[in-house]
């Protein structure tokens, strides 16, 4: 049975696409995709020899060679530019995805949508996104076994269509996320509550310091009260 938070990145792919999954380990969340859609194919990369090993050996466990290449190679380096159509980037942190992404631009040629599921720092996501002209098209935050994950889709497009016009909101939607702002799901504002209590738990420990960091103090204090603008805006 797939995790509820693969299933979420699942449920962002295309019918017929071409998938390529980066930093796949078992190779679970292709077979899956291949599994329910019998016109899918799929690339699934590994950097390390344990999880490139491990799955291969699903891949032929559900006997979907055929439909399924296991690459070994650093981020999208196992990828031709024109190959893939849909890119899915799961299961680490948003620094290590964008670096990823940026350090692949070729091989995204031709591809027509990103799905990323970023475990923390969703931030620098949504700025390579923006950056480098992909409009953010959807986001979707999950709780599962106590631990909330965000998922990110984009696609090339208006980098900007999915922001505010002002600089200060924009900052804030960036943190958030701009469609996640707007659902307000329920593990959104459990997530953001349980931030709340550690960026608190940061500016105390940061105001016993012998020569505490004004300006750090302030910039946390200013996100803590973003957060509780969020909350109190529902
Ligand atoms: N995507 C799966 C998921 O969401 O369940 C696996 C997530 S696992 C925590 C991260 C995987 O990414 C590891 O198997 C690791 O070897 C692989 N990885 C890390 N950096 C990578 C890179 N630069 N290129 C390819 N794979 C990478």
Known sequence: QLSKRL?????????GGVIADIGSDHAYLPCYICLQDET???IAGEVNQGPYEAAKGE?????????????KGDGLQVLDPNEAT???IAGMGGTLISSILENG????????RIITQPNVD????????????????DETILEEDGRIYEVLVAEPGNPFAAYSEQEQEQEKELWFGPYLLKKRQPAF????????????RVV?????????????????NERIKWIEEVMHNG
Do not use: C
């Open 122 to 137: 969703a931030e620098d996501v949504r700025r390579w996104f923006r950056k480098e002209g992909y409009a953010l098209i």
């Open 204 to 220: 105390g420990q940061m105001k016993q310091a012998q020569q505490p960091d004004e300006y750090k103090i302030l910039q946390f």
């Open 86 to 88: 849909h890119i899915t």
């Open 189 to 200: 504002l459990k997530k953001w509550q349980l931030e709340k209590g550690k960026l608190n």
């Open 59 to 71: 891949v032929e466990r559900q006997e979907l060679t055929a439909r399924i290449q296991v690459r």
């Open 7 to 15: 299933k979420t990145v699942a449920s962002y792919v295309e019918q």
């Open 105 to 112: 631009k070729s091989s995204l040629a031709g591809v027509k």
């Open 40 to 42: 899918a194919t799929a």
